[in-house]
């Protein structure tokens, strides 16, 4: 059974089909990276994920548990937790309160805080600092490490390169796999294919709402076809060995 598994999810928005059909799992330790051009619907699933959204179609397990109708705290109690694009950090608060709010149970807070900040460091400087201070690089560990403070059981985080120089972006990949090693699964979607498909295990492209391609990231890769339907081109190349073709 895998810990997470997407069945054939669809989600509405104003009347207008988003998601369409998607089905993808995500095995315990592992990283999966979803890849797509903007407004193919990455970030609508992600918020489905985390009981933001409800599909209208399929459903949503999590160690075979339906959770797709869950609200969103109780989907956060259960072990799933989202870092969410752009951030989203309060600015105003204090980098320790900003954790704080993360933390579940109150009793184990400051446990989870030491936690944290053994995997990001530069934030123990940086506790009493307000968030809106810190720079791009600390903010997305910041929102990381807040959603960490749950100790979920898989990691949720939506464009967690956006916005960050190259130098910074190598920085917080080499952290999430760090965190795998934890045991932390983590479901990841990123535009930047390149940095994704190089710590990911498996990979899977979204295309007008719809999965059009999935595999091993070192197979896709290492495909100039992927790039194409990576960067949205309409032109379906042959799926090379190992990978498999998924069209309407």
């Given amino acids: 059974m895998s810990l997470l598994t997407i069945e054939h999810i669809?989600?509405?928005?104003?009347?207008?089909?988003?998601?369409q059909d998607i089905s993808l799992r995500v095995e315990q330790g592992e990283i999966v990276c979803v890849l797509g051009a903007n407004g193919v619907g990455k970030t609508t699933l992600m918020r489905t994920l985390s009981g933001i959204y409800h599909p209208?179609?399929?459903?949503?397990?999590?160690?075979g548990r339906p959770i797709h109708r869950l609200p969103a705290h109780a989907i956060v109690r259960l072990g799933l937790a989202q870092a969410p694009e752009g951030r989203q950090?309060?600015?105003?608060?204090?980098?320790?309160e900003n954790l704080i709010l993360g933390g579940i149970q109150q009793a184990?807070?400051?446990?989870e805080r030491e936690r944290v900040l053994s995997i990001f460091p530069l934030l123990k400087d940086r506790l009493k600092q307000k968030a809106g201070s810190l720079s791009g690089g600390?903010?997305?560990m910041l929102c990381i490490g807040r959603a960490l403070m749950g100790r979920p059981r898989i990691l949720l985080l939506?464009?967690?390169s956006l916005g960050l120089a190259p130098k910074l972006v190598r920085q917080i990949f080499a952290l999430l796999q760090?965190?795998?090693?934890?045991?932390?699964?983590?479901?990841?979607?990123?535009?930047?294919a390149r940095a994704a498909l190089r710590i990911a295990d498996r990979a899977y492209v979204v295309e007008g709402g719809?999965?059009?391609?999935?595999?091993?990231?070192?197979?896709?890769a290492g495909d100039e076809g992927v790039r194409r339907a990576y960067l949205g081109e309409r032109r379906q190349a042959a799926a090379p060995a190992g990978l498999e073709a998924i069209f309407p």
């Fill in 108 to 111: 184990k807070t400051h446990g």
């Fill in 178 to 192: 760090h965190i795998r090693r934890q045991g932390i699964a983590i479901l990841l979607v990123e535009q930047n």
């Fill in 210 to 220: 719809r999965i059009v391609l999935c595999g091993a990231a070192a197979d896709l």
């Fill in 138 to 140: 600390e903010q997305q």
């Fill in 158 to 160: 939506d464009e967690p």
């Fill in 89 to 96: 950090i309060f600015p105003a608060m204090t980098v320790e």
């Fill in 56 to 63: 209208s179609a399929g459903a949503v397990l999590l160690d």
């Fill in 10 to 19: 669809a989600v509405n928005l104003g009347g207008l089909p988003i998601v």
